[in-house]
């Protein structure tokens, strides 16, 4: 047994999912990276013939949302690219996560018109990340879909799947020599449910029937997209596809709350993930079943999780090359009390399954209420994730601490990063293959409607500036020696966190 298994083990009989280890060490192949997304940090919304997306429609037309926090100029990436590629080279990154902004590369949202200047803003990145020895990790779409689309009924139209692969196609043709890392869709969830009940574009009210025509529709795209990948782009650039799902950690408030957490997880992650990763595919069963009752009870003629024909699941089904997984907090499930008022979906609870969500007294929190810390949920996370699917392969696409204020001396960011780092060590010495960490965020950014009132960034960004300042947070200078050291357990420059 090698010293890294020996500490695991130790642990493993100790019976602690949360014990610090000392000296383990990231393997080799093991990847340490950050991760943006295209709107709220590229700013340039109207540069050369970008096209107008969804959340530029919603800043500019809703007077509610204060005007100076909006996407217009945001970290002004689309200018200051080449200071963001030097970060992530002072951050010592294997691997950058960027998202393509499909209007600024698609200005009508159709295939037939490629934009020479989004085409060179997205080759002079690439081509930057590459020359300091940075992988790209491209993701297709990170919440911004082209208005012109939306106005055609965006998510909830069938017909979306082949506009998806169309700009799918056009990105593999252009970036996929270079580009070997892939994700489609950021977080269906975070966009069908969030922007169907007005907390995100496209900001409907869209009942209960929109977000589940959206489930479905981004499910068929991401896998069409994975489809032409694998017969069109693999045999030539061996590259990999998956999609981000977000997936915190649910665990039953008391054993009675068995049941309904797992109910819950086939209602967070099973709609986006279950068809894709389980074996059989199509919507998870129990979910399915439930929703079935209920829209018959609510006078629906049909369930609301429109169904999948065979043909769909097989479309679908086994769409990956790995998980990605986007994991910030844990929360504790419970059933709601009768005549209880719930907490609004996705963070407080649900109506339609009648949960509760809360935090453990034991868990530590960010200060804000929804977020709390607790990393040993990240290991078991991944645990349930290959019990459940099996998953050949997961990289972690997304984790990061939200600050609400914005100093540069992060000591709290630095321990969630060590304690959340430090559980995948756990995971992968327990043999569950992580390959990847890409924490959010590079850099501050535009937190969508919450615009930039709280940070998630490595370094610090000055928007009051015009220069759009970058500082590196002692976050920065923390990770920058985790990824040099491939090790969490030194002593940073006397914040000992040994
Ligand atoms: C999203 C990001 C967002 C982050 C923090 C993730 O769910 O992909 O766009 O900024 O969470 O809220």
Redesign the pocket.
């Known amino acids: 047994m090698d010293s890294v298994r020996l500490a695991v083990f130790s642990i493993l009989i100790s019976g602690s999912w949360c014990s610090v280890t000392k000296d383990l060490k990231f393997p080799e192949w093991f990847k340490f990276g950050a991760a943006t997304?295209a709107y709220?940090v590229e700013g340039g919304w109207n540069s050369s013939d970008k096209g107008e997306n969804t959340w530029d429609r919603l800043f500019h037309s809703n007077p509610e949302f204060s005007s100076q926090d909006n996407g217009d100029v945001a970290c002004d990436s689309y200018h200051l690219w080449r200071r963001d590629i030097e970060m992530a080279e002072e951050l010592g990154l294997d691997i950058y996560r960027f998202s393509l902004s499909w209007a600024r590369l698609l200005p009508n949202g159709f295939a037939n018109k490629i934009s020479e200047d989004g085409k060179r803003y997205y080759n002079n990145l690439i081509d930057g990340l590459l020359e300091k020895g940075i992988e790209p990790v491209v993701t297709l779409y990170?919440?911004d879909l082209p208005q012109i689309l939306q106005d055609l009924g965006g998510w909830a139209n069938p017909l979306i799947s082949d506009w998806f692969a169309d700009y799918a196609r056009v990105a593999f043709t252009l970036f996929g020599d270079r580009v070997k890392t892939w994700l489609t869709i950021?977080?269906p969830l975070?966009f069908c449910d969030t922007g169907y009940s007005k907390q995100q574009a496209p900001y409907i009210d869209g009942e209960v029937i929109a977000k589940y025509l959206c489930n479905k529709y981004t499910l068929i795209s991401h896998a069409k997209a994975w489809r032409i990948y694998d017969e069109e782009f693999r045999p030539r650039y061996h590259g990999k596809v998956s999609l981000?799902t977000?997936f915190n950690w649910y665990e039953p408030a008391t054993p009675e709350d068995k049941e309904i957490t797992d109910l819950m997880r086939e209602y967070w992650e099973g709609r986006f993930a279950y068809p894709i990763f389980s074996k059989e595919g199509g919507w998870p069963p129990t979910l399915e079943k439930f929703m079935a009752d209920k829209s018959k009870q609510e006078g629906y003629s049909r369930s609301r999780l429109p169904p999948l024909t065979a043909e769909e699941i097989e479309l679908i089904r086994g769409t990956y090359d790995f998980y990605g997984l986007?994991h910030?907090l844990s929360r504790r499930i419970r059933k709601a009390r009768p005549g209880e008022k719930i907490g609004t979906w996705p963070l407080y609870g649900s109506d339609e399954i009648n949960i509760q969500m809360e935090s453990d007294p034991s868990w530590e929190t960010t200060g804000l209420d929804w977020f709390p810390i607790n990393p040993a949920g990240l290991r078991k996370q991944l645990h349930w994730l290959n019990q459940t699917y099996g998953v050949n392969e997961v990289m972690i696409t997304?984790n990061?601490y939200?600050d609400l204020d914005k100093h540069l001396d992060d000591t709290a960011r630095i321990k969630y990063m060590r304690d959340y780092l430090e559980q995948i060590q756990l995971a992968i010495a327990d043999g569950i293959n992580v390959t990847a960490y890409m924490a959010?965020?590079l850099m501050d950014?535009l937190?969508?409607l919450?615009g930039y009132g709280a940070s998630?960034g490595l370094y610090q960004v000055d928007f009051t500036d015009d220069n759009r300042t970058r500082t590196p947070r002692e976050s920065a200078r923390y990770y920058s020696r985790v990824t040099r050291t491939r090790s969490l357990h030194h002593d940073h420059e006397g914040l000992n966190y040994v």
Do not use: K
């Open positions: 997304a709220q990170h919440f950021n977080e975070g981000a977000i986007n910030y997304e990061g939200l959010w965020s950014n937190e969508w919450g998630f």
